[in-house]
Every structure is written in C-alpha cells, then in structure tokens.
C-alpha cells in the first residue's frame, strides 16, 4: 500500500512546516488528489489515522479534495474532460490527449493553531 508512505510524506512536511511557523498544532490539512492518480482516498484516510498520532498534527482533520481528470487533446486544440489516464478524447474518440490535471497529490492547504 503505497498510500501509507505517502501520508507519511505528507505529515512531515505538514508538521515541518508548523514547526518553522512556531505552531503549536495542525488544526486542518486540504489535499488535492486527482481521480487520475492511483491514489485510493479511503485507503489515505485509513493511513491518516496510523501515522498521525504523537505528531503536531494528531488532533488535525483531513480533508480530501478530489480533482477532475483534464487533457489537451492535440486533434481538438483545447482541453477536454478525461475519464481514465490514456483514454479517449470526450470530443474525438482519438487517444492523442496529453493529461493536464487529476493526475496530482499535493497539500492545498493547512491551519495551524
Ligand atoms: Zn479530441
């Protein structure tokens, strides 16, 4: 289960970043998970909850924020809805589309007390 180094990652630079900022606790923490990475949501809250407590951020809530699946298809010229990595273009039906979003993990955002 990769999801568990990943929130491990996550909470490191959450509680770095607090620490630098002379927090005394995380409050909140946003993510962006794409719906196009392989990042299953529930597995990372299942892993939230393991690696969380004892840190600044053990009292914090997690909050995911699923991003949409986007690409530029080269035939159409313009971004496009995409439903899998490597699909078709939703205008074309041509499999020329360059993924442009739904593929990230990040930190949009956190609250620190
Ligand atoms: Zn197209």
């Known amino acids: 289960m990769h999801e568990m180094s990943l929130m491990e990652s996550v909470i490191e630079i959450v509680c770095e970043t607090a620490r630098l900022n002379g927090a005394r606790q995380v409050k909140s923490i946003r993510l962006d998970v794409g719906v196009l ?4 949501p529930d597995a990372l809250l299942f892993c939230y ?6 840190t600044l951020a053990g009292q914090a809530n997690l909050e995911i924020n699923r ?3 986007e690409g530029w298809c080269l035939d159409c010229g ?13 205008g074309c ?21």
Do not use: N, W, Y
């Not at 899998?84 to 939703?90: I, L, T």
């Open 37 to 40: 990475s392989h990042v299953d």
């Open 93 to 113: 039906g041509r499999h020329r589309v360059q993924m442009t979003a739904g593929d990230e993990l990040k930190i949009r955002d956190m609250e620190v007390i």
């Open 49 to 54: 909850e393991a690696v969380r407590h004892g």
């Open 67 to 69: 991003i949409a699946g």
């Open 78 to 90: 313009k971004t496009v809805a995409l439903q899998k990595r490597f699909g078709p273009c939703s």
